[in-house]
């Protein structure tokens, strides 16, 4: 069997690392097991810290870090 790489792609709060984590199980046990890594880029997220984009919140007016922007990561 040949190695692969999935990509999961999706906005903040879609439901990616909660599918990941209830498949990642389900393929490490069954017929054949299948070796699974799992990595987010959570942790690559600026986080408010400078260089990551933001937005004004039409609710609060507050100025919060833009996660669903490709720039908010350090890739």
């Known amino acids: 069997m040949g190695s692969y790489v999935v990509g ?44 990551g984009p933001t937005f004004v919140s039409p609710s609060t007016g507050e100025t919060l870090p833009h996660n669903n922007c490709p720039e908010s990561s350090d890739n």
Do not use: W
């Not at 709060?13 to 990941?20: D, I, M």
């Not at 070796?35 to 690559?44: I, M």
């Open 8 to 51: 999961m792609a999706g906005g903040s709060a879609s439901g990616k690392s909660t599918f990941v984590a209830l498949l990642a199980p389900l393929l490490r046990e069954g017929t054949p097991p299948i070796n699974v890594e799992v990595f987010g880029l959570d942790k690559y997220f600026y986080r408010g810290q400078d260089g």
